[in-house]
């Protein structure tokens, strides 16, 4: 569980007699050395002990199971210019910008900082630093303890409804065990990526059942991440980030060519985002065109028979199969649908997920004849791999058979 927690630092100058002293030594250096100081390329003239007078804990206290304030002043005397100041934080004393650090935003005056990852029930060491362009110097050591976490626990469950078409969907959270201050308010953040919202709150329920939010008129193509939280006076709990994306189609659609979409790619492991299969009929027939695969004898080293190879395997036959009479290559190398005129032959691996999309679990929505259909990966000069669409079956098939084609293109 990771709560975020606030450092509030004030930085201001101490004035003490020191100081004049030290500037009085100055002035009267430089006026010696011509008007250059004499410290510009010299480590900086405060011992260790000065600096660590001059970083004080004003307070320290621990804010709720997870959170810690801190009250830090600083003050530098020197000639030498400060870069960064903050509070360190380690589960191990003395601990240095190695570990966990918090900076300001700024050198002088006040600034709030955040920072995330402190458990509960653990005591933690802190103490400032202060960063010159020689070497970092820390201030006096703090021991503070965090509360001990209540068992509350906070799940963001998966969608419980998906309307792609309806640009909405519905998130669910749940909240159990029990927390001995009691729930005050539960719900979510939601958002895209560069736009979080505010938190959106839900009806008071009891705990352990789940809570919902609707959301209505969301974007294609943009990931959307949400996580429940529940607020106690204590501090706030939160569940998990849950990721998901509306497609601008659904397996099943029509694709922009006319086509039925067989593929979607969630992950993001192609280059492409779905696959689409040529409408039937794209031939001019009500079933699809019949033909020999290209250069019987002849081997064109298009073995390739993952998904996302088809393109590849296409462009090898073009290439090294002089063949002018028609084939299945050439057929689809020259097929022009409304304008898309990307169309390949399926792989080995993506006509099978065409068949096991369109044809078994889909009901043959695409029009597909219960016959082999070439892939368009070759096994050797005389042989190439073709799928019977009626039972699944993989077979090498001659290279001159006249056997089925369906083509697909990738967008």
């Known amino acids: 569980m990771r709560v975020r927690f606030r450092f509030i630092l004030f930085i201001a100058p101490l004035m003490r007699l020191t100081f004049f002293t030290g500037l009085a030594l100055m002035v009267f250096l430089t006026a010696c050395s011509g008007g250059k100081s004499t410290l510009t390329d010299e480590a900086p003239a405060v011992s260790l002990e000065n600096v660590r007078n001059l970083m004080i804990f004003h307070d320290a206290q621990a804010v709720n199971q997870s959170t810690l304030n801190f009250d830090v002043s600083w003050a530098e005397i020197t000639q030498t210019e400060v870069i960064g100041t903050g509070i360190c934080v380690h589960t191990e004393p003395n601990p240095t910008i190695r570990h966990t650090c918090v900076s300001a935003p700024v050198l002088s005056g006040r600034a709030e900082l955040q920072v995330s990852g402190l458990d509960s029930g653990i005591t933690y060491f802190a103490r400032p630093y202060l960063t010159t362009a020689y070497e970092t110097r820390y201030g006096p050591m703090k021991e503070i303890q965090t509360d001990e976490f209540s068992v509350i626990r906070v799940t963001s469950s998966d969608l419980i409804s998906f309307a792609r078409s309806a640009r909405s969907a519905v998130l669910r959270g749940i909240v159990t065990g029990t927390s001995p201050d ?19 709150e839900t009806v008071e329920i009891p705990d352990g059942r789940p809570f919902q939010l609707p959301l209505t008129n969301l974007q294609f193509g943009v990931d959307y991440f949400f996580r429940a939280f529940a607020i106690t006076e204590k501090g ?70 993952r998904l996302g190879d088809g393109r590849a395997n296409l462009q090898k036959l073009l290439d090294r199969c002089s063949q002018s009479d028609n084939n299945i290559a050439k057929i689809v190398a020259e097929l022009n649908i409304d304008g898309y005129a990307d169309w390949f032959i399926p792989s080995r691996a993506e006509l099978e997920i065409m068949l096991n999309t369109l044809y078994v679990s889909g009901q043959n929505k695409a029009g597909l004849s219960n016959e082999f259909y070439w892939s368009s990966t070759e096994q050797d000069d005389g042989a190439a791999w073709g799928i019977f669409m009626g039972t699944g079956n993989h077979r090498l098939l001659p290279k001159w058979m006249q056997e089925r084609v369906r083509p697909i293109r990738a967008f």
Do not use: H, K
Request: glycine residues 12%; negative net charge.
């Open 182 to 200: 009691g729930i005050m308010r539960r719900g979510f953040v939601w958002g895209s990526e560069d736009r979080m919202s505010q938190p959106e």
């Open 236 to 305: 706030t709990v939160f569940g998990e980030t849950i990721r998901f994306t509306f497609p601008p189609y659904e397996i099943g659609e029509i694709g922009p060519a006319g086509g039925i979409i067989f593929y979607y790619d969630e992950n993001n492991r192609f280059p492409f985002t779905f696959l689409e299969a040529a409408p039937a009929g794209w031939g001019g027939l009500s079933d699809d065109i019949r033909a020999e695969f290209p250069c019987y004898n002849q081997f064109l080293e298009a073995t390739n028979y």
